[in-house]
């Protein structure tokens, strides 16, 4: 049982170490060519990786053999889903698969993540939790409701970062012109306060542990 | 989630209890046993409802699981 999850645990620090190198090799060539997208979606995947890698050294269990509850667990990986967001709808409004299908099909699917997100997040909570065991307590909402005060402060403030560029630094966003791609820029802004957020309640989750 | 000004027994009570672990008390107070970790720890002032509910399971009244001290 110990040596399948060690196990399990190297085939993932390998699965990290690969994508911050596929990471690296991207931006690279984005750098050589120049193509801003890759250079973007090469640093998504070093932030992965790296916040995968800081993820499985966070579920370690801390005082009185404490492992993550499935809040923080739960927060974890929304940190990962939201990244992984940010590098796909970020690199469409950079141009990335410009005026393919598969841009249309990851902005849909993040509207269907978006419309059912209570839903997700409700099940993946009360899946992993025990016989008897509650699915969320106050101090769980608690946390919740400052990561969530983070993710509003920073969305109006990158809100009203974005509108500055818009207005007097147009040149910076001139290529941003398809409708998918302003829709994808202007839900940049939702995803990066919310990745915080979530970083948020799983810090003070995880701190509250040690 | 932060250093409190509230402080309290619960583990010695806890012990005192025939030795009641983290997760029966966590059951019997409706919460996870990570918060019954981070209240021992100091590190969470539960609800005046989550103290009422620990100090029933812990068998005593409310004062003598919780103390707060006047900050500085």
Request: aromatic fraction near 8%; hydrophobic fraction near 55%.
């Amino acid at each position: 049982m110990q040596g399948s999850v060690n196990n399990r645990q190297a085939w993932s620090w390998v699965a990290f170490a690969l994508l911050a190198v596929i990471g690296v090799m991207v931006m690279a060539v984005g750098a050589t060519e120049p193509a801003l997208h890759l250079v973007f979606g090469g640093a998504m995947l070093l932030l992965i990786a790296v916040s995968g890698a800081v993820q499985m050294r966070a579920q370690r269990p801390g005082l009185d053999g404490a492992t993550p509850s499935n809040t923080e667990k739960a927060a974890w990986a929304q940190i990962g889903m939201g990244l992984a967001a940010i590098m796909v709808l970020g690199g469409v409004s950079l141009g990335s698969m410009r005026g393919s299908w598969a841009a249309y099909l990851w902005f849909a699917m993040y509207a269907v993540i978006v419309a059912f997100f209570p839903l997700f997040r409700r099940r993946f909570i009360e899946s992993s939790r025990g016989y008897r065991e509650v699915a969320e307590d106050e101090r769980d909402l608690a946390i919740r409701a400052q990561g969530d005060y983070l993710a509003k402060r920073l969305l109006e403030l990158a809100l009203v970062a974005l509108g500055l560029v818009w207005v007097f630094l147009p040149g910076l966003i001139q290529s941003v012109r398809a409708p998918l791609q302003v829709a994808c820029l202007l839900l940049l802004p939702i995803l990066v306060a919310n990745v915080a957020g979530e970083a948020r309640v799983a810090w003070l989750h995880w701190r509250d542990r040690q | 989630m932060t250093g409190t000004t509230i402080s309290n027994d619960i583990r010695r009570l806890r012990f005192a209890r025939g030795e009641m672990t983290q997760q029966a008390l966590a059951d019997a107070c409706g919460v996870t046993r990570q918060t019954i970790i981070a209240l021992e720890a100091g590190r969470y002032a539960p609800s005046l409802e989550l103290g009422f509910r620990i100090a029933d399971a812990l068998g005593v009244r409310i004062e003598d699981v919780f103390h707060w001290s006047k900050p500085e």
